[in-house]
């Protein structure tokens, strides 16, 4: 079984960067699309970013575009998630989610299969 584990998360001003990591451990790795998701106290769980691991396309939600960018290191089964000048609205608890199998639907958080356990970013103003 696949583990996924978060870390990087913190308190940063705003403006601000953090970087986060999420590590796979376990059976071989073969992921076919790579996520990560934030959810902030009473919000829904809301998409970020998507990365597929074969190949290097790539996918942000409208809010963080030009800000955050997420990538991959396939050898260290790693994905990370640089966030630049972080917004007060960027507080939440970030997930990374793994798909495996074909999927069109890389936004939707019900097509992942593997979650990690989370990481709190909180950005003060």
């Known amino acids: 079984q696949v583990q996924l584990v978060e870390s990087g998360g913190g308190l940063v001003q705003a403006g601000g960067s953090l970087r986060l990591s999420c590590a796979a451990s376990g059976r071989t790795f073969s992921a076919y699309f790579m996520g990560w998701f934030r959810q902030a106290p009473g919000m829904e769980r809301e998409f970020v970013a998507a990365i597929y691991w074969s190949g290097k396309d790539t996918y942000y939600a409208d809010s963080v575009k030009g800000r955050f960018t997420v990538s991959k290191d396939n050898a260290k089964n790693t994905m990370y998630l640089q966030m630049n000048n972080l917004k007060p609205e960027d507080t939440a608890v970030y997930y990374c989610?793994?798909?495996?199998?074909?999927?069109?639907?890389?936004?939707?958080?019900?097509?992942?299969?593997?979650w990690g356990q989370g990481t709190q970013v909180t950005v003060s103003s």
């Open positions: 989610a793994a798909r495996y199998g074909r999927s069109a639907d890389h936004y939707g958080w019900e097509q992942y299969n593997s």
